[in-house]
């Protein structure tokens, strides 16, 4: 599938003294604003999550897993599975949704 829209998400680990493998991290987004502008389906099941900037998703060797709380509202909490975070360092993930001719059916 072809993702309308990217989102990068930094993740800082610059005060790391040891690296961290199989990490949970926690964002907030407001996916009520998303949905209602119809760049997100209603479920959120249109959202991936990975390493990779390409838009193409034929290259992203890895998706994260990912746990999503309260989709359609203001403050919804998503619980990401980082495979590692390095120590000392800060490390880019990326969110795609909006899934081109899925999104708000």
Same mark, same amino acid.
């Given at each position: 599938p072809a993702y309308a829209y990217r989102t990068p998400i930094i993740i800082n680990y610059? &005060?790391? +003294?040891?690296? *961290?493998?199989? &990490? @949970? !991290? +926690? !964002? @907030? *987004?407001? @996916?009520a604003s998303l949905i209602k502008e119809g760049k997100i389906n209603p479920s959120c099941s249109d959202i991936v999550f990975t390493n990779s900037s390409s838009w193409d998703p034929r290259e992203w060797k890895v998706r994260y897993k990912y746990w999503v709380y309260n989709c359609n509202s203001n403050e919804t909490e998503i619980l990401i599975e980082i495979d590692e975070i390095p120590a000392g360092s800060t490390k880019p993930i990326y969110m795609y949704y909006g899934i081109h001719g899925v999104v708000g059916k």
């Open positions: 610059s &005060y790391g +003294k040891f690296p *961290l493998e199989n &990490y @949970t !991290i +926690k !964002i @907030t *987004l407001d @996916t």
